[in-house]
C-alpha cells in the first residue's frame, strides 16, 4: 500500500496470526517513507539472483534442482516482487529475502547507521521511519525492510572498516559482500 506521505506498507495474509482476527484481516510486516510518490506498481514472479548469474547451464540447474523449484510450492520461481516507479524517475523492487540473509543484512544496517557519520548530519535510519499525520495514533516501527542504499556505503570503506563493523555484526567481510552482490544484481523478473 502506497499513501500521500510517501509511505510504503507491506501486508501479509496470515489467517494463524492474532492480529488478522482469524483471516479477516492483512498483517502488517514492514513498512517505510520511501520519500517519492510512486506509480504504476506491477507485481511478477522472480528468478532468484543464484539462478540468473550462474555461470553455464549445467550449474544453473543444479541450482534449479537443490532448491525444489517446480515442486508445488516454495521453489526458486515462487519468489513474488514487485516494481514500482516514482514521478521523481526513480525505479523500486520490493521482493522477499531469505531469514538467515535478511537477519544479517538488518544488523548490518543498524551497525552502520550508528557507526557511521551521515551526510548533513542527517539520520539515515530516521529518513525511512514512516510518516504519519497529526490525526494517526502513534504505531510501532516496523523492522522488515532493508534500506539498500544505506547498505551501499559499507562498499565504500576501506577494509579495516569493514572488519570491524563486521566483526561487531559477527559476521565476515566476504559474506556481506556477497550478500549485497546479490542485491545489487536483484531478482530477475519473469
Not at 543444479?62 to 510450492?73: D, F, P, R, T, W
Request: hydrophobic letters at 40%.
Amino acid at each position: 500500500m502506497h499513501d500521500d506521505r510517501e509511505n510504503i506498507e507491506v501486508f501479509h495474509y496470515l489467517p494463524n496470526d492474532a492480529g488478522s482476527e482469524g483471516g479477516n484481516r492483512l498483517v502488517c510486516k514492514a513498512d517505510m517513507h520511501i520519500g517519492a510518490t510512486c506509480v504504476d506498481f506491477k507485481s511478477h514472479f522472480c528468478t532468484p539472483v543464484t539462478i540468473c548469474s550462474s555461470a553455464n547451464v549445467a550449474s544453473s540447474y543444479e541450482v534449479l534442482k537443490n532448491s525444489g523449484a517446480g515442486q508445488g510450492g516454495g521453489g526458486a520461481g515462487d519468489v513474488f516482487g514487485i516494481s514500482f516507479g516514482s514521478t521523481e524517475g526513480g525505479f523500486c523492487v520490493i521482493s522477499p529475502l531469505p531469514t538467515l540473509i535478511y537477519n544479517r543484512l538488518h544488523a548490518m544496517q543498524n551497525i552502520i547507521a550508528n557507526a557511521l557519520d551521515s551526510p548533513a548530519a542527517c539520520s539515515a535510519r530516521g529518513w525511512r521511519i514512516y510518516a504519519k499525520n497529526f490525526t494517526q495514533k502513534r504505531k510501532k516501527v516496523m523492522d522488515g525492510v532493508i534500506d539498500v542504499d544505506l547498505l551501499g556505503s559499507f562498499m565504500n570503506l576501506d577494509l579495516n572498516q569493514q572488519e570491524e563493523l563486521c566483526a561487531a555484526g559477527g559476521t565476515t567481510v566476504e559474506m556481506v559482500k556477497d550478500n549485497l552482490l546479490m542485491l545489487s544484481i536483484g531478482q530477475q523478473v519473469i
